[in-house]
């Protein structure tokens, strides 16, 4: 395989997803490759069940190396789950009045990733902010500049280290070595967000089955980054214990039926189900079936709403939010994310594709597209 081709997993908690694509010209992605196959064995972002996730990322990989004719060795993997915390951090360097130089840069780097980790924890990104030089802020590029002292500001993101390498695991019984693990929601944010977006402030909300997953970007970079434990999953749970179904019809009415806002549904409209201890199928209204997605929904934007607060960057977002993930797929959802978070916002659909991009053009498949 060539070094411009690119393979990507996302493993998640309903479905695991394979791409392979080339970047082209004018950073146009051709997709050469996709296998989507059902997740088994995995929980939240975290593996419960080691043979069980290898098969089904096997499956998935198969799927890929068949439509795109190539054999897939490495990939770039999706991370996500409650075990991931992120700390911001400063580092610090003289220079001695002469010219900064790219050595200065990674001394400051090393300084800024100096920061006291759970022994169980292992760092994921680094990302650098900006460079402050002599006192002066906001230096995007500051090799060439002459000081006496370096700062750098950065997001350090870490895993829970058994995390890592339970997937790692995973992957490498799939048969496929992980180039390098990327959290779920910086790979969504890659796909979905503008440049224009990214500068004003911006949040970015990918909400899979099992964790939505927040990063804040301004003035260009991230900013914070959190990974809550609710998701879409909740809303199908939730539908299967006010209905009494079982899960996997209470999604497929979630998918067919469901609307998280009450006053969009006609009280007229009815759909029929079969329900536990009954004989016969039952009537149910749409109204009610909105009552308890839009319950879920609103829940969800209210613990994002907190996690915006406590970042302390609610009043920097002038462009909103954009939604990502399968639940973004939700009708009436984003104009429930308006109604409660009270800002712009828009579900993202992945662009600039060509090739094999029919069932690509969803935000369900926005961190794959962006790994």
């Known amino acids: 395989m060539d070094d411009s081709v690119i393979v990507g997993i996302d493993v998640g908690t309903t479905k695991i997803c394979a791409l392979v694509g080339r970047v082209e010209e004018h950073d146009r992605l051709r997709i050469l490759g996709v296998g989507v196959e059902p997740s088994r064995g995995i929980r939240k972002g975290a593996v419960v069940d080691l043979a069980g996730a290898a098969q089904a990322i096997r499956h998935a990989v198969d799927k890929a190396e068949r439509t795109s004719g190539l054999e897939i060795k490495s990939a770039l993997v999706s991370l996500a789950g409650a075990q991931i915390s992120a700390v911001n951090s400063k580092g610090v360097v003289g220079i001695s009045g002469r010219a900064i130089t790219e050595e200065d840069v990674a001394r400051a780097m090393d300084a800024a990733r100096a920061v006291a980790i759970p022994h169980n924890q292992e760092i994921l990104h680094i990302i650098q902010r900006n460079f402050t030089v002599d006192g002066q802020e906001g230096i995007r590029t500051p090799i060439g500049m002459h000081g006496y002292r370096l700062e750098v500001e950065t997001h350090i993101i870490t895993a829970a280290t058994s995390t890592v390498e339970n997937l790692r695991q995973c992957v490498a019984d799939a048969g496929v070595e992980v180039t390098q693990f990327v959290l779920a929601p910086l790979a969504a944010a890659e796909m979905a967000l503008t440049d224009s977006e990214r500068e004003m402030g911006v949040v970015t909300c990918d909400i899979g089955s099992g964790t939505t997953d927040i990063a804040i970007y301004i003035e260009g970079d991230v900013w914070h980054t959190a990974i809550l434990p609710v998701g879409g999953g909740h809303v199908t749970s939730d539908i299967a214990h006010g209905l009494r179904l ?72 002038p462009a909103g939010m954009v939604l990502t993930g399968g639940t973004a797929l939700l009708p009436g959802i984003r104009q429930v994310a308006h109604d409660v978070l009270g800002m712009p916002v828009r579900v993202a659909q992945p662009a600039e594709l060509i090739g094999m991009t029919d069932q690509l053009y969803s935000p369900t498949f926005a961190t794959a597209v962006g790994l």
């Open 246 to 317: 079982s899960t996997e019809i209470a999604e497929n009415i979630k998918l067919k039926h469901a609307h998280a806002r009450i006053e969009d549904v006609p009280t007229e409209e009815y759909f029929t189900v079969q329900t536990f201890g009954e004989e016969g199928p039952l009537q149910i209204s749409r109204q009610d079936l909105a009552h308890i997605a839009g319950a879920r929904v609103e829940e969800i934007f209210s613990l994002v709403q907190q996690e915006i607060k406590r970042s302390g960057y609610d009043g920097l977002l």
